[in-house]
Structures are given as C-alpha cells and as structure tokens.
C-alpha cells in the first residue's frame, strides 16, 4: 500500500489459504477499508496456495530470523530479502527473469 511508483488494480484480490488469521473480522476489515478483495484457496487443497508457499518457504531459508536482536532488524531482513527476490532472484518459471523484469516485459508487451 505504501508503494508511490506501482497503484494496485482496482480489482485487486490479497489470496490466501483459510487459515485463523485470514478468516478472522479483523483482517477481513483491513483488507475492505484498503479497498482489497480477498480470496481463499478450497479447504485443504495446498495446490491453490503453491505460489506463496513456496516463496515463503524460499525466504525462510534466506532470512535469518533467529539472528534479529529485535522487530526492526527482523523487519529489515524480510524487507531486504523481498527486494532480493522481486528484482535479483531468477525463476524459471518467469522465462528466466525476476518478478519484476517479467511484470515489466507483460505490461510492455500490452
């Protein structure tokens, strides 16, 4: 939400799995006052959620929480190593590319 040079789409959906945290009224609320839909993957169907799994499963090999003297420096490592995956980390599955290049190449390509 923070992010000046990049607007999310007016439909944008936040997916998740049905865990406590994402059904709870609290979330549900945030995510409506920002204007964000949201989606669940079906009850017990890890295939839905595979994408942010295996990105989440990929930081916690990266970051070392354990490490953090505190919340800021845990903060910073999280923060540090998304911007190492959006704009370093190559995926095969994005023709060899890091997320952004291949967001940017789609939407030239539009």
Not at 8 to 23: M, N, P, R
Not at 56 to 73: P, T
Not at 91 to 110: C, D, E, F, I
Request: hydrophobic residues 25%; charged residues 30%; positive net charge.
């Amino acid at each position: 939400m923070k992010q000046k040079r990049f607007k999310l789409h007016k439909e944008a959906f936040i997916h998740s799995d049905q865990g406590d945290h994402y059904t709870s009224p609290i979330y549900q609320n945030l995510l409506k006052s920002k204007g964000l839909g949201q989606s669940m993957s079906r009850r017990g169907n890890c295939w839905d959620n595979a994408p942010q799994e295996s990105f989440f499963g990929h930081m916690k090999d990266h970051v070392k929480s354990r490490d953090c003297k505190n919340l800021a420096e845990l903060e910073r490592e999280i923060k540090r190593y998304i911007r190492y995956y959006n704009h370093y980390r190559y995926q095969w599955g994005l023709k060899k590319m890091t997320p952004v290049q291949y967001r940017n190449h789609l939407l030239s390509a539009a």
